[in-house]
């Protein structure tokens, strides 16, 4: 999974949001690092709903302009959770081979 | 006021780029995102975001997110193996066009001119055969409903030009002729049979729907 997939997920992880919403909550995850642009958030949430991992949650008119409100469905959460698991057991594994004494520390 | 109206008719300029169907569903919200995530006064789209749009745009274009059901990927990927058959045939014809033509001599003169014919006639034939069966691996793989049907008629066609052939001619049949022919004939089977299965069935729709 590409990271701004796995950014998108994790953006939507915990309630709906729109596209600009997605933006926002994937750059504070990401401390800054990441910041979505419209054509890759775009691209990526088509293939999410093709993909059945995100549907579409709502809609509403602002300021004269569509905003559509986007939500993980279950089967996005499962595959959210699964990858969290797996990033999260390979990051566990470098840690524990760069520093043997600290490793404990991270379960 | 101004400004805005550039900057957005800088970006409705780039998003034509994408797919009429992702347009109408969803231009509006992208333009929408668009013009929030600009910079305050900015008046022309900027470079790395005009690319990252036309690179979402092709990725949409060369691999379409609706996921396409087993039927069709089959169906695509045979259609490309007759464009390839066609292409051994027309191989197998060139390559071997002056033995023929010899042993043709030789044995038949009366028909030699006739058996030329023929050849000529599949030499101009088997690059425009070849070139239908790319167009319609890759109008079946977007999914166009149009392009089931014609390549039903296609394979109606070259049915009906096979049984003609058989019931004409049978006898000046070479062994390879006859079994590239049954070789492009069964592709063409098996792909349309996947083609109308009811699962492919609901992955195509009207033309107009997509794009």
């Known amino acids: ?107 | 006021m101004n400004d805005i109206t550039a900057l957005e008719r800088g970006y409705r300029r780039i998003l034509a780029c994408y797919p009429r169907s992702f347009r109408r569903e969803n231009e509006d919200e992208v333009l929408g995102v668009l013009l929030a995530t600009a910079a305050e006064g900015q008046v022309r789209v900027g470079l790395d975001e005009a690319w990252d749009l036309v690179r979402g745009a092709m990725r949409m274009r060369l691999w379409p997110a609706a996921p396409r059901p087993r039927a069709v990927r089959a169906a695509v990927t045979l259609m490309l193996a007759g464009a390839a058959a066609e292409l051994a045939t027309m191989i197998t014809v060139v390559v071997t066009s002056g033995a023929v033509r010899a042993a043709v001599a030789a044995r038949y003169p009366a028909a030699a001119h006739g058996v030329m014919v023929h050849l000529a006639i599949d030499m101009a034939a088997a690059p425009l055969a070849i070139g239908m069966w790319l167009w319609l691996a890759w109008a079946n793989g977007k999914g166009d409903d149009w392009a089931r049907m014609i390549s039903a008629a296609c394979f109606g066609l070259v049915t009906l030009s096979v049984l003609a052939a058989l019931a004409q001619d049978a006898a000046i049949f070479a062994p390879a002729d006859l079994t590239g022919a049954a070789v492009v004939w069964a592709i063409g089977l098996v792909s349309v049979v996947l083609i109308f299965t009811p699962a492919a069935g609901r992955y195509y729709r009207p033309q107009l729907a997509r794009q």
């Open chain 1, 1 to 107: 999974m590409q990271e701004a997939t796995f950014l998108i997920l994790t953006a939507l992880a915990d309630g709906s949001q729109h596209g600009y919403g997605i933006i926002t909550e994937v750059a504070q995850i990401s401390g800054g690092r990441v910041r979505l642009r419209a054509g890759t958030l775009y691209t990526a949430l088509d293939r999410l709903r093709a993909d059945g991992l995100v549907a579409v949650a709502g809609e509403e008119i602002v300021e004269g302009r569509l905003r559509r409100y986007y939500r993980l469905t279950p089967e996005g959460t499962a595959v959210l959770a699964a990858e969290a698991e797996r990033l999260h057991a390979n990051a566990a594994a470098a840690l524990a081979r760069l520093r043997p004494g600290l490793a404990g520390g991270l379960a």
